[in-house]
C-alpha cells in the first residue's frame, strides 16, 4: 500500500493531480482545502497517500496535512461513506473547520456541506465526536476549550431552534452557574429558551 509519496507536480487539476516519483505519474484525488496548499507545477511535494484498492482500479488520496488524512480515515469508516464522499465533504469546509463543527454537534452546519443531508450529518457526529484528537490550531485559539460536550449540546439544540450565534453565545455565558452544577441538557435548553424569549 502507498502511503506516502514525494515528486514533482506535472498536471494540477482539481480534484487531482499527476506526481512524477522518479519517472513514474501517480495520479492523487485531493480535497479542495489540501489542492490549494500545493505548490506551483514542477515544484516538489510531500503527500500523505490513502490507497484504495478495489477490483478494477487502484485510486490514490492525498493530504497535505496528517489530521486531515486522519478526519478522511474516520468519515470513510462511518456507513454509506466512501472515498469520493468523504474527499467531497473534506472540499466543503477546512478540516478544522470540520472538527469545529463535530465538536460542537452542530448538524445543520454539517449538511451544508457536498453530499451530506440531515440523516448522515447526524451520523457522522454521533460515530465521530469526541472520537477524534483536536488539531493543535482549534486548542491554541481557544476554540476547543471555548464549549464543554454539555455547553455546545445545548448551543446546537438553540442553533437548531433557528436562534442566531450571537444570542446563544450570551445565554450559554447566562448559563453557566446552572451547568457547573450539572443541570440536565433538557433542563438548560428550556432555561436558555425562556432567556431567549426574553430578548
Known sequence: MIAYLKG???????PSIILDVNGVGYEVSMSMYSFSRLPSLNEIVELEIYTQVMEDAINLYGFTSDKEKELFH??????????????GI???ATYTEIYQI????DADKLKRLP???LKTAQRIIVELRGKLEL???LVQSGVAEAFTP??????SGLLNLGYGERDVQKVLTALKGDIENHASIEE???KGLKLLIKR
Not at 514533482?8 to 482539481?14: A, G, L, T, V
Not at 474516520?74 to 464522499?85: D, F, M, T, V
Open 150 to 155: 454539555v455547553e455546545a449540546d445545548v448551543k
Open 135 to 137: 488539531p493543535a490550531e
Open 90 to 92: 473534506l472540499s466543503g
Open 74 to 87: 474516520k468519515l470513510i469508516g462511518i456507513s454509506k461513506i466512501g472515498c469520493k464522499k468523504a474527499i
Open 188 to 190: 438548560l435548553i428550556k
Open 102 to 105: 463535530l465538536y460542537e454537534g
Open 8 to 14: 514533482k507536480i506535472i498536471r494540477k487539476k482539481h
Open 115 to 117: 453530499g451530506v443531508g
